[in-house]
């Protein structure tokens, strides 16, 4: 019982998450390059659903929209798997709620994801794979760090002062 109460507490602390979820993007990393896929494609959130999109629009339709040759293999659910799981996650810590609010600001956070994905695109990385990129020595994927570190330190600032103007109002 001891070893079990243990290790229940390691697997909750957000290091070691971290390290375990690096640990399995690099192997899955791995199977991939060796697999013929492209370098830095082992965890990446805007690529993977990408392709994932495309993948099911050529299958209704017929087109022939982009996608990255390993995932014409094999299927990238890595984005489905990151769903599924924090739900389970949220759920079994009892912090799953829905928020109630104006049906504007539900149209608001689809239209800031669907920004985020685009721009990610753009970049040619979510930030998992720039992280991945710049470790491979890409600068440009220096530039784009630095853009999203700007993008959060600019995003805090407006909640901030969104929550002082709530406060003294």
């Known amino acids: 019982m001891g070893t079990k109460y243990k290790i229940s507490k390691i697997i909750k602390i957000p290091a070691f998450l971290g390290i375990l979820i690096g640990f399995f993007a690099a192997l899955v990393q791995?199977?991939?390059i060796s697999a013929g896929g492209p370098e830095a494609y082992g965890f990446c959130v805007a690529c993977h659903t990408r392709d994932l999109v495309n993948a099911f629009f050529n299958a209704f339709?017929?087109?022939s929209l982009g996608i990255a040759p390993v995932s014409m293999v094999t299927p990238v659910l890595t984005i489905i798997g990151v769903i599924i799981g924090g739900y389970i996650a949220a759920t079994r810590?009892?912090?799953?709620?829905?928020?109630k609010t104006k049906p504007i600001i539900y149209l608001l956070y689809f239209l800031g994801g669907i920004a985020v994905l685009n721009l990610a695109l753009?970049?040619?990385a979510c930030p998992y794979r720039v992280a991945l990129r710049f470790a491979y020595g890409?600068?440009?994927a220096l530039i784009g760090v630095l853009s999203?570190?700007?993008g959060v330190a600019v995003g805090v600032l407006i909640l901030l002062f969104i929550m002082k103007r709530r406060d003294f109002n």
């Open 148 to 150: 999203i570190a700007g």
């Open 122 to 124: 753009l970049l040619g």
């Open 61 to 63: 339709t017929g087109d």
């Open 138 to 140: 890409d600068l440009i």
């Open 93 to 99: 810590n009892k912090e799953f709620k829905v928020k």
């Open 30 to 32: 791995a199977l991939i």
